[in-house]
T-cell receptor, first 111, second 114 residues
Framework: SQKIEQNSEALNIQEGKTATLTCNYT??????LQWYRQDPGRGPVFLLL?????KEKRKERLKVTFDTTLKQSLFHITASQPADSATYLC??????????FGAGTQVVVTP | EPEVTQTPSHQVTQMGQEVILRCVPI?????FYWYRQILGQKVEFLVS????????KSEIFDDQFSVERPDGSNFTLKIRSTKLEDSAMYFC????????????FGQGTRLTVV
């Protein structure tokens, strides 16, 4: 069966450092992969989308990579700030429009 | 900035009662979705809707669930006879295109079945 795995342990990081989150998947060949941010009690908010033929995508302090051979995506937050504290969700996009989410990784940035 | 709006933000209902969760997707979007998130768990796909019909549904979306777009702007999720295990956060989402676009999520309706 299809599985999407994200680090279940919270990532505690000092302000200014780079946070790196991992998303691994099995039994799946997504055309696109997306990353969302979710704050407690709120809906997911879109951050980045990367296509299967793209290796890397950047947006401001965010960077995502997508390795379809390893079946893995890495999500980086550079120069992290306390306001970046949230849960980050990886979502596989099957080109039929449905998103399949991982369980998310909580990031805590301390001053 | 355009947004997806959901009402109510919180609904408490007795087991066995019917509930209707309402959503107003972004106006020029064509693809609509419902997801749910049980407390502490991941966001799960329920159903997708396009051109006034269901395009895909998950195993969770059984005969107790239905969706409707009654008037061209609202998008509703009905649960006919709620169960305790239906307690969750329900998110509506919309997308401009089926592929290669972001999904916009509403703030959710927290459904509590007692």
């Amino acid at each position: 069966s299809q599985k999407i795995e994200q680090n279940s342990e919270a990532l505690n990081i000092q302000e200014g450092k780079t946070a790196t989150l991992t998303c691994n998947y099995t039994n799946y060949s997504p055309a696109y992969l997306q990353w969302y941010r979710q704050d407690p009690g709120r809906g997911p908010v879109f951050l980045l989308l990367i296509r299967e033929n793209e290796k890397e995508k950047r947006k401001e302090r965010l960077k995502v990579t997508f390795d379809t051979t390893l079946k893995q995506s890495l999500f980086h937050i550079t120069a992290s700030q306390p306001a970046d504290s949230a849960t980050y969700l990886c979502a596989l996009d099957d080109s039929w429009g449905k998103l399949q989410f991982g369980a998310g990784t909580q990031v805590v940035v301390t001053p | 900035e355009p947004e997806v709006t959901q009402t109510p933000s919180h609904q408490v209902t007795q087991m066995g009662q019917e509930v209707i969760l309402r959503c107003v997707p972004i106006s020029n979007h064509l693809y609509f979705y419902w997801y749910r998130q049980i407390l502490g768990q991941k966001v799960e796909f329920l159903v997708s809707f396009y051109n006034n019909e269901i395009s895909e549904k998950s195993e969770i979306f059984d005969d107790q669930f239905s969706v409707e777009r009654p008037d061209g702007s609202n998008f509703t999720l009905k649960i006919r006879s709620t169960k305790l295990e239906d307690s969750a956060m329900y998110f509506c989402a919309s997308r401009r295109d089926r592929v290669n676009t972001e999904a916009f999520f509403g703030q959710g309706t927290r459904l509590t079945v007692v």
